[in-house]
């Protein structure tokens, strides 16, 4: 294997160590993932110099939406401090990087393509698991991280990202992965081994009691097996969904945070949502800078600071009204491309692409409840996706 080959499976293993070894500077966080994607951009800008360029057919969608951030915080460059536009380019830099992921793709080995990374990301998405389950059982809340702007999130299973939700979603995404294999396996014992795979994710999934995660698995589980035409699992996995409905509904067990009936996040989120058609308001044809939201809420006075860290102040809580509020219609319509973009080619792989098809579907519902799009490790992990489906 050469050098991208270990970049590649140091990222994928970065994942699941999620902001364990995190590194906050003022307003900027770095990750272990931060510091990979960079070497492997700047690789991918050394072979692009010696004018060894190959790129796929997601290239210039995805190069359309990084222009228009990159022209978003361009256009509001006199309308932040030095220091607030430094700490915003440095996550379109972080941004960046990551996309540069996707291009490498095509540098690595065949083999290691067609061979090793699907096997690397199921090691990387049980790690994860394990360290949850470790973590539900030794760590069940985040009370002594509360000073340093983390939700307590009592008793749920938040693994490695220290946030439920976030933490779900991704389940989500790894469940759907797992399930393409499982559904496509005819070896007895490779598929026993995903059945209980596909066990571990679901019984975490709905050990993080997350409700968005839960749409989630139900849209896109129904989806795939309906696309399957697995008329047989669906009927059993409707019938599972109802019993697991009826137990999990109004239970409590531990307070209310596992209580699906809470109304306080609920409230939360249509509070996030308002602030961010206001901030939208403001600027709608190019928004007000990719990343500088926060700034935003401290001009708007949205920001209640009671001595705390506020770790969510970067964001909203729906993806679509961050694009719209930090870079405007432009920013919007060229996301909108993207995403059409990505489904037209997914579909066009047949089943290779229904794993990707699934997994766009879901994280678009999840991010209508979490800033899903732009929280790195889920970012990686549809980057990683789309590179597998387009050169596999």
Known sequence: MGLLEYLFIFLIFSIPLGQIFRIDYQDVGILISDVIAVLIAFVYLVKVFRRRIKHGVTF??????????????????????????????????????YISILFVFSYLSKEFREKKLQTILLFSGFLFILLGFFQTFLYPNLRNLYYAGWDEHLYRFF????????????????????????????????????????????????????????????????????????RKELIIAIVGFLILFLIFFSNSLFGEGTKL????????????????????????IFGIGFNSYKYAQE?????????????????TDNSFLFILATSGVVGFFAFVY???????????????????FVSIIALGVGSLFNNLIFYPFILLWMLILIGITENT
Do not use: C, W
């Open 261 to 284: 009936l809470r109304t306080a996040s609920i409230s939360a989120r249509f509070e996030s949502a308002e602030k961010a058609i206001q901030i939208f308001k403001e600027n709608p």
């Open 60 to 97: 210039v969608p995805m190069i359309i939406f990084s222009s228009a951030l990159s022209l978003s915080l361009a256009i509001n460059l006199f309308n932040l401090k030095t220091d607030q536009l430094l700490v915003s380019f440095s996550y379109l830099v972080r941004f960046m990087s």
């Open 159 to 230: 693994s490695s990202f220290l946030d439920p939700n976030f933490a779900g979603a991704f389940l989500v995404l790894y469940f759907i992965f797992v399930l393409g294999l499982f559904l496509n396996q005819t070896e007895g014992k490779k598929k026993n081994l995903l059945s209980g795979l596909l066990l571990l994710t679901f019984i975490s999934i709905f050990t993080t009691f997350s409700r968005s995660a839960y749409i989630m698995l139900l849209i896109s589980f129904f989806i795939f097996l309906f696309t399957k035409k697995r």
């Open 299 to 315: 001009k708007h006075n949205f920001l209640v600071n009671k001595g705390l860290k506020i770790r969510s102040a970067a964001g």
């Open 338 to 356: 993207l995403i059409f973009s990505l489904l037209r080619f997914s579909l066009k792989k047949g089943d290779r692409g229904k794993v990707l």
